[in-house]
């Protein structure tokens, strides 16, 4: 049974990184046809894919935050990990970590159980 | 980036109602559409993949058809456990997009 657990940091300051990691258990990260990924959730607000990592390392962001994201890969402690630099108030939410599936047409089919972080002075 | 399109937002619906959700696409994505349901508190989870094919272990009560731009989610008899929100995602193209969600609500 595949586990991903998520964590770091809830309360970031504005202007500074937020940094959240991926735990996965009950599987390895470097299983080919896996894509490894980040999704937020505004309090009250809808989901917006951040983006998602191969183990390769490969990586691919939303278009609208990759000046400010980084999404890293380390198969040896079977993580990934989320840096978010240059935070506002904007960026409060639930961080969900999941995994992405070529064999469910590319479908979220594992998720974390999700962690809030609030930015705040 | 491919818009997602959800309606209605919102529906009541009393149990043991057949309920549909449509969800339309911007552009043409096959049958790369994905239905989540969340609950308060809890991640999405996975009810439907590649527009029709129902993940493991969700009830059969649940389906999903369509191709290209339109697409839809119904529920066949709602049981109490069946309240919560629901989205859409295409997974079509990078990057990933969800529809605004449709909260279900007991009537």
């Known amino acids: 049974q595949l586990q991903l657990q998520e964590s770091g940091p809830g309360l970031v300051k504005p202007s500074e990184t937020l940094s959240l990691t991926c735990t996965v258990s009950?599987?390895?990260?470097?299983?080919?046809?896996?894509?490894w990924g980040w999704i937020r959730q505004p309090p009250g607000k809808g989901l917006e894919w951040i983006g998602s990592?191969?183990?390769?390392?490969?990586?691919y962001y939303k278009p609208s935050l990759k000046s400010r994201v980084t999404i890293s890969v380390d198969t040896s402690k079977n993580q990934f990990s989320l840096r978010l630099s240059s935070v506002t108030a904007a960026d409060t939410a639930v961080y969900y970590c999941?995994?992405?599936?070529?064999?469910?047409?590319?479908?979220?089919?594992?998720w974390g159980q999700g962690t809030l972080v609030t930015v705040s002075s | 980036d491919i818009q997602m399109t959800q309606s209605p937002s919102s529906l009541s619906a009393s149990i043991g109602d057949r309920v549909t959700i449509t969800c339309r696409a911007s552009?043409?994505?096959?049958?790369?559409l994905n239905w989540y349901q969340q609950k308060p508190g809890k991640a999405p989870k996975l009810l439907i993949y590649?527009?029709?094919s129902l993940q493991g272990g969700v009830p059969s009560r649940f389906s999903g058809s369509g191709s290209g731009t339109d697409f839809t989610l119904t529920i066949s008899g709602l049981e109490p456990e069946d309240f919560a929100t629901y989205y859409c995602?295409?997974?079509?193209?990078?990057?990933?997009?969800f529809g605004g969600g449709t909260k279900v609500e007991i009537k």
């Open positions: 999941a995994r992405r599936s070529e064999r469910l047409a590319h479908a979220l089919g594992d």
């Open positions: 552009q043409d994505i096959n049958t790369f």
């Open positions: 590649g527009a029709s």
């Open positions: 990592v191969y183990y390769s390392g490969s990586a």
């Open positions: 995602q295409q997974s079509h193209r990078n990057p990933l997009t």
């Open positions: 009950g599987g390895s990260i470097s299983t080919s046809s896996y894509y």
